[in-house]
């Protein structure tokens, strides 16, 4: 919503918005010219406002929004309003059930790398997009001069589907959502009409090495450039090989070398992301150097991989990680960049019903870390009857039933108490997950670095 409001106030927009508390978000939006009102109240909408945007997190007692309803106003989610926009600014979308967030942070930096200034709306803060005379304060969202918007596309609720992008990219598909969707078809289906909302001259960048992206663009007749990791496609990553777990690799795109890279970013599932990158930005107008030169110093994006810090010689890594194959890919990176004597996972599950829909999954995801330590599930968007059906209790019972160590602790002072006493010197501990689980990185060094 901050991004949105960003572009909107950009682009000469009168723009107010409501939240409950002040933040920093809030600050940089009221330097904008953005008018900015703590709390919900009927008297926070204009008497002349043309229209109220709403986040998924407004419920339908919200005063404004009754008020709004009551006055007629024309109302738009956040996905539609932002799918306004595609109409009218060129939009490169990234989707995929995994890696948007650090593809879209990374097509955004090596666009502003070549020199143009785009607006962004992505879902992870990018540190780099901070730096001195950039339109971008390192939130993952920034207004810029230029007519070029790049959004992370999102398929939960179909709201990717409000999105008219003048190129995307499908990263991947998976079982995701499944409190939403019946099953994997209906997914790889969506994510099929999702490509035919690229606007007629527009391209798709799609992973070779994915049979349910195939499977979704069977039958797409739109421009399409594929890429691959393992064998045969448009754009590919050469001659591969790992140093320190990051991929180092011919750049190639229809068979002709553009360059030797070597990325900062680990795992086999980044140099498939730099090439969905490499693909996009060329169609965006950067040459070969300028594309190189993005991909190779990209640092990032937060809460991937982040490094929270190093206290009594054990590493403190955070991670956004809540699906099995993210936990999976991620820990095998870590494994290789960092050769722990002992790897530990604390990993806090995401929503009562994708814990319960892909229990077994989850199980099976872990096999790269020696421990496992699990607080509560984060409870979001569930209804009391899921709670009711799953807890992170059984997630451990079933990690050790296939030969993991994996204890279930409950909450975060057992768990930090727990690490600060076991952890010893050449040990890496990863706090996972998209709740707030990150809180114990950043105790856990406080304490290991005052207490040893």
Not at 159 to 166: C, E, T, V
Request: contains cysteine; hydrophobic residues 40%.
């Amino acid at each position: 919503m901050s991004g949105l409001a960003q572009v909107l106030a950009q682009r000469g927009c009168r723009v107010s918005g409501s939240d409950q508390q002040q933040s920093a978000t809030l600050d940089r939006l009221a330097e904008r010219g953005v008018e900015i009102h703590l709390g919900h109240q009927e008297t926070n909408l204009a008497d002349d406002l043309d229209c109220l945007v709403v986040s998924a997190a407004v419920g339908t007692g919200n005063p404004e929004l009754i008020a709004a309803r009551r006055r007629g106003l024309t109302i738009r989610k956040y996905a539609e309003m932002l799918g306004e926009l595609t109409k009218q600014i060129p939009t490169f979308a990234v989707a995929g059930t995994h890696g948007k967030s650090t593809t879209s942070g990374w097509l955004t930096y090596a666009i502003k790398s070549a020199g143009m200034d785009p607006s962004y709306v992505i879902g992870a803060g990018v540190h780099q997009l901070s730096s001195e005379g950039s339109s971008g304060d390192g939130s993952g969202s920034g207004a810029g001069a230029d007519p070029l918007l790049i959004v992370e596309a999102c398929e939960f609720d179909r709201s990717f589907l409000n999105l008219h992008p003048a190129a995307a990219a499908i990263l991947n598909i998976e079982r995701d959502h499944l409190d939403y969707y019946s099953g994997l078809d209906e997914i790889v289906r969506t994510f099929g009409r999702f490509a035919h909302q690229i606007q007629p001259e527009g391209l798709l960048v799609a992973n070779a090495d994915d049979d349910n992206v195939a499977e979704a663009l069977a039958g797409y007749a739109g421009k399409c450039e594929f890429f691959s990791v393992e064998g045969k496609a448009r754009w590919q990553a050469g001659d591969l090989v790992f140093e320190e777990g990051c991929g180092v690799f011919g750049l190639l795109y229809q068979g002709n070398k553009l360059g030797r890279l070597k990325l900062t970013l680990p795992g086999r599932h980044n140099v498939a992301n730099a090439l969905a990158v490499a693909a996009l930005a060329r169609h965006g107008g950067l040459n070969d150097q300028q594309i190189c030169t993005g991909l190779e110093n990209f640092t990032g994006v937060s809460r991937r991989m982040t490094l929270k810090g190093k206290a009594a010689n054990v590493v403190v890594l955070d991670d956004y990680a809540h699906h099995p194959t993210e936990i999976k890919v991620t820990l095998e990176a870590i494994r290789a960049r960092f050769e722990p004597r002992r790897l530990w996972c604390v990993f806090q599950p995401h929503q009562h019903s994708r814990t319960r829909f892909l229990l077994q999954e989850f199980a099976r995801s872990f096999g790269c870390a020696d421990i496992i330590l699990l607080p509560d599930i984060y409870f979001v968007r569930d209804s009391e009857a899921s709670r009711r059906e799953i807890n992170a209790a059984m997630l451990a019972e079933v990690i050790v039933g296939q030969g993991g160590q994996a204890h279930y602790l409950g909450d975060f002072e057992r768990i930090i108490d727990y690490l600060g006493r076991t952890v010893d010197a050449g040990d890496v501990v990863v706090t996972m997950g998209a709740g707030d689980v990150w809180k114990i990185a950043d105790e856990l060094v406080s304490r290991l670095g005052r207490d040893r």
